[in-house]
């Protein structure tokens, strides 16, 4: 059974950072195209970032282009997502999810993606 595990959320002022990271076990990590998606009280679950399994392909919500970052490291099962000159907008729940029957291309709709985490929440303070 596949399980991720999402760490590094937290309380940061505006214009901060932040660094997100997301344990998957129980299958092959590798495999998987990996996202970051957001969900902010009384709003749909929004794309942020995806990587493909090979880590060569990365893709962006438009909202966080040009501040955030995905990357992998396959050695280790970790997704991460490196946010910069955050802003309150950016305040939410977010999750990290594995598509573990990919295309060939990162997909950007939730429905595409079988495993989810928790959630780790981000409150940027203006």
């Known amino acids: 059974q596949v399980q991720l595990v999402e760490s590094g959320g937290g309380l940061v002022q505006a214009g901060g950072s932040l660094r997100l990271s997301c344990a998957a076990s129980g299958g092959i990590f590798s495999r998987w195209h990996m996202a970051w998606f957001r969900q902010a009280p009384g709003k749909e679950r929004e794309f942020v970032a995806g990587?493909?399994?090979?880590?060569?392909?990365?893709y962006y919500g438009d909202s966080v282009k040009g501040r955030f970052t995905i990357s992998r490291d396959n050695s280790k099962n970790t997704v991460y997502v490196e946010m910069n000159s955050l802003k309150p907008e950016d305040t939410a729940v977010y999750y990290c999810?594995?598509?573990?029957?990919?295309?060939?291309?990162?997909?950007?709709?939730?429905?595409?993606?079988?495993?989810w985490g928790q959630g780790t929440q981000v409150t940027v303070s203006s």
């Open positions: 999810a594995a598509d573990l029957t990919p295309f060939s291309v990162v997909q950007r709709s939730a429905n595409e993606y079988e495993s």
């Open positions: 990587i493909s399994r090979s880590t060569v392909s990365t």
